[in-house]
């Protein structure tokens, strides 16, 4: 799949702008700060109908605007389609086809899109919340319906949590409602879980050769689930929903006591083994590169064969982070298949093969130029 045409307005520091894009290769060259990863968030706000870079669209919204649009048209089976999205302050927007899309599981997934930036080093290196959003973020773009579970389960989650605040109050009050949510809290819990796992061993399938081959044959990549609750990927959905009920009796007191949900998808993280040593405590700043580049670039196959269709790859500031074999690598993987997007402060330390053919484009203060 790729994008056609594309067009802002009032986006960030873009008033309005509309370009044509290249189905291989566009590389997008500016001095800082003067809007290529505005660009790229917009490709990726337009999929996924928020940014990577932060969960308040007002952000988005032009500094004096009343609303923000991006309009895009995708072709993918042979088939071409308008995607829109608008950002007010009221809210936001999303039509398919023309259609608005009330729930955003009727949308993300229309346009598939893999994003690398510098700040995916923290896939490896940070806090577990990154981790959950990339697995939940990937699954979701793939299968639409997991992010249907997952609203249901933080809305049972926030109301269970606040019931445990009132009995954290008042122990001795009446617990049944506490049951009913515990009862809906686990059933969209077993789904997640369920769904990871499966989207775990695909992952891992892809990962695995990949980094292998980034490494030159020196490193074997492996991913474990980290879960709260005692579950694995050999258990079917009853036995994981077994566990879950025994784990809630097991920690009732404790979540009483403490005012919280203690265990459940939302407290459950990955971990990255490099050669059975964990990349998070143990990797190198080269290693955690590599893995993170290698899960990036799994996922575009995993996509790929999940959905039919290669997904659209955004690399904003990261192809010069590369050394030149990492670099000739991804290149490589992608070329002819993958409509690329490649943001870069210079052209140099970046010479490759693939880059020849590419479009591209020179930004300056919200502006762009075509490079005939
Ligand atoms: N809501 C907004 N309205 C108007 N301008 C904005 C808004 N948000 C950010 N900007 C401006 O956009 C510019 C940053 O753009 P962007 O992050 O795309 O830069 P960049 O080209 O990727 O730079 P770098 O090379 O440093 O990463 C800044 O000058 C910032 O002030
Ligand atoms: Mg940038």
Do not use: C
């Given at each position: 799949?790729?994008i056609?045409e594309?067009s802002?307005?009032?986006?960030?520091?873009?008033d309005?702008l509309?370009?044509?894009?290249?189905?291989t290769?566009n590389?997008?060259?500016g001095?800082?700060a003067?809007?290529?990863?505005n660009?790229m968030?917009?490709?990726?706000?337009?999929?996924?109908t928020?940014s990577?870079?932060?969960?308040?669209?007002k952000?988005?919204?032009?500094?004096d605007?009343?609303?923000?649009k991006?309009k895009?048209?995708v072709?993918k089976?042979?088939?071409?389609?308008?995607l829109?999205?608008v950002?007010?302050k009221?809210?936001k927007?999303a039509?398919?086809n023309?259609?608005?899309?009330?729930r955003?599981s009727?949308?993300?997934?229309a346009?598939?899109?893999?994003?690398?930036a510098?700040?995916?080093?923290n896939l490896v290196?940070?806090?577990?919340?990154v981790?959950?959003?990339?697995i939940d973020?990937e699954i979701g773009q793939?299968?639409?319906?997991y992010?249907?579970?997952?609203?249901?389960?933080q809305?049972?989650?926030?109301?269970?949590?606040?019931?445990?605040?009132?009995?954290?109050?008042?122990p001795?009050?009446?617990r049944?409602?506490?049951?009913?949510?515990?009862d809906?809290?686990i059933?969209?819990a077993?789904?997640?879980?369920?769904?990871?796992?499966?989207?775990?061993?695909?992952?891992r399938?892809w990962a695995?050769?990949i980094?292998?081959g980034?490494?030159?044959n020196?490193?074997d990549?492996?991913?474990a689930?980290?879960?709260s609750?005692k579950?694995?990927?050999?258990?079917?959905l009853e036995?994981?929903?077994t566990s879950?009920?025994?784990k809630?009796?097991e920690?009732e007191?404790k979540?009483v006591?403490?005012g919280t949900?203690?265990?459940?998808p939302?407290?459950d993280d990955?971990?990255?083994?490099v050669?059975g040593?964990d990349?998070?405590t143990?990797?190198?700043?080269g290693?955690q590169?590599?893995?993170a580049?290698?899960l990036k670039?799994?996922?575009?196959e995993?996509?790929?064969?999940?959905?039919g269709?290669y997904?659209?790859l955004?690399?904003?500031?990261?192809?010069s982070?590369?050394d030149?074999y990492?670099?000739s690598?991804l290149?490589?993987?992608?070329q002819?298949?993958v409509?690329?997007?490649?943001s870069?402060t210079s052209?140099e330390?970046?010479?490759?093969?693939?880059?020849?053919?590419a479009?591209?484009f020179?930004?300056?203060?919200?502006a762009i130029?075509?490079?005939k």
């Amino acid at each position: 799949m790729h994008i056609q045409e594309l067009s802002l307005r009032s986006y960030r520091n873009y008033d309005q702008l509309s370009l044509t894009f290249d189905h291989t290769i566009n590389v997008i060259i500016g001095e800082n700060a003067q809007g290529k990863t505005n660009l790229m968030e917009a490709i990726y706000a337009l999929a996924f109908t928020r940014s990577h870079r932060t969960p308040r669209d007002k952000e988005l919204i032009q500094w004096d605007a009343e609303y923000a649009k991006i309009k895009g048209s995708v072709f993918k089976r042979n088939r071409k389609f308008p995607l829109e999205i608008v950002f007010s302050k009221k809210g936001k927007k999303a039509k398919l086809n023309h259609i608005e899309q009330k729930r955003l599981s009727d949308y993300i997934g229309a346009l598939n899109v893999v994003m690398f930036a510098p700040e995916d080093l923290n896939l490896v290196k940070g806090s577990p919340q990154v981790r959950r959003r990339f697995i939940d973020m990937e699954i979701g773009q793939i299968q639409p319906r997991y992010i249907y579970h997952l609203g249901q389960f933080q809305k049972v989650l926030k109301q269970r949590n606040h019931l445990l605040k009132e009995l954290q109050r008042k122990p001795k009050a009446d617990r049944t409602m506490l049951y009913v949510l515990t009862d809906q809290l686990i059933e969209h819990a077993v789904t997640i879980v369920e769904r990871r796992f499966k989207f775990l061993r695909l992952l891992r399938s892809w990962a695995a050769p990949i980094h292998k081959g980034i490494s030159r044959n020196l490193e074997d990549l492996e991913i474990a689930y980290d879960a709260s609750v005692k579950v694995s990927e050999e258990m079917d959905l009853e036995t994981i929903r077994t566990s879950f009920e025994e784990k809630f009796r097991e920690i009732e007191s404790k979540e009483v006591e403490r005012g919280t949900t203690l265990a459940g998808p939302h407290r459950d993280d990955l971990v990255f083994f490099v050669n059975g040593k964990d990349v998070q405590t143990y990797g190198s700043q080269g290693q955690q590169r590599t893995t993170a580049l290698s899960l990036k670039l799994a996922e575009i196959e995993l996509i790929h064969s999940e959905v039919g269709e290669y997904p659209i790859l955004l690399l904003d500031d990261v192809l010069s982070e590369l050394d030149d074999y990492r670099q000739s690598h991804l290149l490589h993987t992608i070329q002819g298949k993958v409509q690329t997007f490649v943001s870069t402060t210079s052209i140099e330390g970046i010479e490759h093969e693939a880059l020849k053919e590419a479009e591209i484009f020179h930004v300056t203060d919200g502006a762009i130029d075509v490079q005939k």
